[in-house]
Nanobody
Framework: QVQLVESGGGPVQAGGSLSLSCAAS????????MGWFRQAPGKAREGVAS????????VYATSVKDRFTISQDNAKTTLYLHMNSLKPEDPAMYYC??????????????????WGQGTQVTVSS
């Protein structure tokens, strides 16, 4: 069973930076797709960034491109989301998700099978 545990959320000032981590276990495929998603109160869950572990291909939502970076460690057991220049519209619960191959590596939440419990990010102005 795939398990995903997010960490690193917390308060940050607008314009600041924060890095999230997602510890993954229970899967043996390097060709998984993994992604970061967020959900603010009263809003639908949206994709932020995704990565195809097979070749490192990444996809970013327009709203975070050039500010956020998704990456993985060499062992492909930890997924990161480095967030820079945080804006007042970025606060949300951030979730890590994974999908086994064959996977699309897109940003649609319904494409992902496994989910973590989330980590809260708040941004103060």
């Amino acid at each position: 069973q795939v398990q995903l545990v997010e960490s690193g959320g917390g308060p940050v000032q607008a314009g600041g930076s924060l890095s999230l981590s997602c510890a993954a276990s229970g899967y043996g495929y390097s060709a998984y797709c993994m992604g970061w998603f967020r959900q603010a109160p009263g809003k639908a869950r949206e994709g932020v960034a995704s990565i195809y572990l097979g070749n490192g291909r990444t996809v970013y939502a327009t709203s975070v491109k050039d500010r956020f970076t998704i990456s993985q460690d060499n062992a492909k057991t930890t997924l990161y989301l480095h967030m820079n220049s945080l804006k007042p519209e970025d606060p949300a619960m951030y979730y890590c998700a994974a999908d086994p191959p064959p996977c699309s590596g897109g940003l649609a939440p319904n494409e992902y099978t496994y989910w973590g419990q989330g980590t809260q990010v708040t941004v103060s102005s």
